[in-house]
């Protein structure tokens, strides 16, 4: 083949044809939520009962449909995940003025979440292998950089007690968990994972986001299916799950006078209204994962004939939800990515890049970090495509 000098209009010529041949010749948005189950239905139940707020029977089932689907123990429903995140640090005990490791490579909701918690995003390193965390890269760097004291681990360099990592589920990728798991346990780390983009996506047969105790799901409108805004914290133990569903609701307690609460709690329970669209949406999940997997093989196969851009597809041993699909070009160079965003998107062809690697923010640079090389090459390598599930026709429901 002679397409291997990269003339980013010839590349952009490819990749567009590729692309239109898998996903057809319309305007292609990147991820189009799909309403086609009995969202109106549970609606218009939710305004004949009045029941739209909290506490609802709607929240009740839909926690019940997402611990079932992900054989999490327990799920509770939140108003979006961001807040899902700042809750399941909390509860993973994470104190103000720690440390919590953190991809650069995510989206900045899941640092924010850390700032909420009063404590301290420190940026670790991930790869073009999962998208997610560098396991062997990051376990060489607490060596280096910690001490354990009195079976915590303090970074030599601030001072200040490493609490918990949280590895994020990259578009839908499970990151490399026994790895994590493993250097959590010798650095007495509590994992909170952020399997915001993961629904649906597994590493062997255990659901992303119940690897360790607690995890964190998105329901936002560009996610896999979406209440409109939502979150879920999925937890392991009765106990944690207590204190979640205490903390997103006031920290009420339930004494004869009503309006007690026993700490300053947070109004992030999700409102019944959403849960009765999140109700509908997790019955046509097992639909949407099979037309996203569809999906990725079609487009693997249609960029099999171009050499400078790869499908990427699930890692050994993972079964992706293929949330968004991801193209990773083999000769990157300066302003190349850029450039094929820009022209793909002239062409009605919605595509986009990594988010900014965290520690380019001018909020965080002056966070703890260690080597990001992995994170920087991702970025500028990664673009995701059209994505929607309609672009395969339905196969079932
Ligand atoms: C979407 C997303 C979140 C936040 O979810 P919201 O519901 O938008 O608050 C957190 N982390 C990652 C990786 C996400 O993609």
């Not at 669209?277 to 996203?292: D, F, H, N, T, Y």
């Amino acid at each position: 083949m002679s397409t291997d000098n990269i003339n980013p209009v010839n590349l952009t010529k490819l990749i567009s044809e590729a692309i239109r041949s898998v996903a057809g010749s319309d305007y292609l948005p990147l991820h189009e939520p799909e309403f086609t189950g009995n969202e109106s239905v549970y609606l218009e139940d939710c305004f004949q009962s009045t029941q739209v707020s909290g506490n609802g029977p709607y929240v009740r089932k839909f926690e019940t449909a997402v611990s079932d689907f992900t054989k999490s123990n327990y799920a509770v429903a939140t108003v979006n995940g961001t807040s899902a995140l700042h809750i399941g640090l909390l509860v993973a005990g994470v104190l103000p003025g720690e440390e919590v490791l953190v991809p650069a490579a995510t989206f900045a909701a899941t640092a924010n979440a850390i700032i909420y918690c009063g404590a301290v995003p420190h940026f670790v390193d991930s790869n073009l292998n999962t998208f997610g965390i560098d396991a062997e890269k990051l376990e060489d760097y607490l060596i280096a950089s910690t001490e354990i004291r009195a079976g915590v681990t303090i970074n030599k360099m601030t001072g200040r007690v490493i609490r918990a990592m949280v590895p994020v589920h990259i578009f839908g990728h499970a990151s490399d968990m026994p790895e994590l798991l493993a250097i959590a346990s010798k650095f007495n780390l509590t994992i909170v994972e952020d399997a915001a983009e993961s629904l649906g996506s597994y590493y062997g047969d255990k659901h992303t986001g119940t690897f360790s105790d607690i995890g964190c799901l998105s329901f936002n409108g560009n996610k896999i299916i979406t209440t409109g805004g939502g979150g879920a914290i999925l937890l392991k133990s009765a106990e944690l799950a207590d204190k979640a569903r205490h903390l997103v609701n006031t920290a009420r307690i339930n004494e004869v006078l009503p309006y007690t609460h026993d700490q300053v709690g947070y109004n992030y329970r999700m409102p019944d209204i959403n849960a009765a669209v999140g109700l509908a949406q997790m019955e046509q999940l097992p639909s949407k994962i099979e037309r996203k997997r569809i999906l990725a093989r079609s487009y693997q196969t249609a960029f099999n004939e171009i050499s400078q851009a790869e499908l990427f597809m699930e890692p050994p041993k993972r079964t992706s939800n293929y949330w968004l699909q991801t193209l990773i070009l083999q000769f990157p160079s300066e302003g190349l990515l850029e450039g094929l965003i820009n022209e793909l998107n002239n062409m009605g062809i919605m595509v986009r890049p990594l988010w900014k690697p965290l520690h380019l923010l001018n909020h965080f640079s002056n966070h703890p970090r260690m080597d990001l090389s992995g994170s920087l090459q991702i970025s500028s390598r990664v673009l995701n495509l059209p994505s929607s599930p309609q672009l395969v026709e339905k196969r079932t429901k």
